[in-house]
Antibody, heavy 120, light 108 residues
């Protein structure tokens, strides 16, 4: 059974770069699409972007100028970098699996999420 | 971008009652590309329904989805205590994928 686990700093200073990693266990990272999704405390969900195991990406236009998602298949990890963060980027960040060989797919499963607070 | 509007924002019901949650899209969505998730406090969202009406693995049959075009519905036929949570719809057709703002099902 595939499981996802987010890791990274829980506190980032304003204007700095948020960096998170999602580690996949229980299944191969190959042939799947992998996404990052965030949720400000008490608010709704926002899809950030996805990466295919081959490295192709698609980002939400609302964040595209600040987002980079990368993959390391040898470590079964994919990562998120969000630059120039502000307090508005404070949120729970989730990684999730998308489709097998298709980007048109639901998210299942999800990682447990990690709270990242932007503050000095 | 497709905007998904969920209604009501909050619904108060008793265990055993039927819950009907609505998700309306700003433009037509293929029924293949609509999902529903359940989120409980302190937990990640959990997939309930994909492709408008297909239950995910392990989801009880009291959960059902329907709809087409711009109007979609999640129905919980008889609420169990563990069903009180927030529910989100999501489309995964035209990028960017978006979520509705959520409907909270609370105990009356």
């Amino acid at each position: 059974q595939v499981q996802l686990q987010e890791s990274g700093p829980g506190l980032v200073e304003p204007s700095e770069t948020l960096s998170l990693t999602c580690t996949v266990s229980g299944d191969s990272i190959s042939n799947y699409y992998w996404s990052w999704i965030r949720q400000p405390p008490g608010k709704g969900l926002e899809w950030i972007g996805f990466i295919y195991y081959s490295g192709s990406t698609n980002y939400n236009p609302s964040l595209k100028s600040r987002v980079t998602i990368s993959v390391d298949t040898s470590k079964r990890q994919f990562s998120l970098k969000l630059s120039s963060v502000t307090a508005a980027d404070t949120a729970f960040y989730y990684c999730a699996r998308g489709g097998w060989r298709t980007s048109y797919n639901w998210f299942d499963p999800w990682g447990q999420g990690i709270l990242v607070t932007v503050s000095s | 971008e497709i905007v998904l509007t969920q209604s009501p924002g909050t619904v108060s019901l008793s265990p055993g009652e039927r819950a009907t949650l609505s998700c309306r899209a700003s433009q037509t969505i293929s029924s293949s590309y609509l999902a529903w998730y359940q989120q409980k406090p302190g937990q990640a969202p959990r997939l309930l329904i994909y492709g408008t009406s297909n239950r995910a693995t392990g989801i009880p049959d009291r959960f059902s989805g329907s709809g087409s075009g711009t109007d979609f519905t999640l129905t919980i036929s008889r609420l169990e205590p563990e069903d009180f949570a927030v529910y989100y719809c999501q489309h995964y057709g035209t990028s960017p994928w978006t979520f509705g703002q959520g409907t909270k099902v609370e105990i009356k």
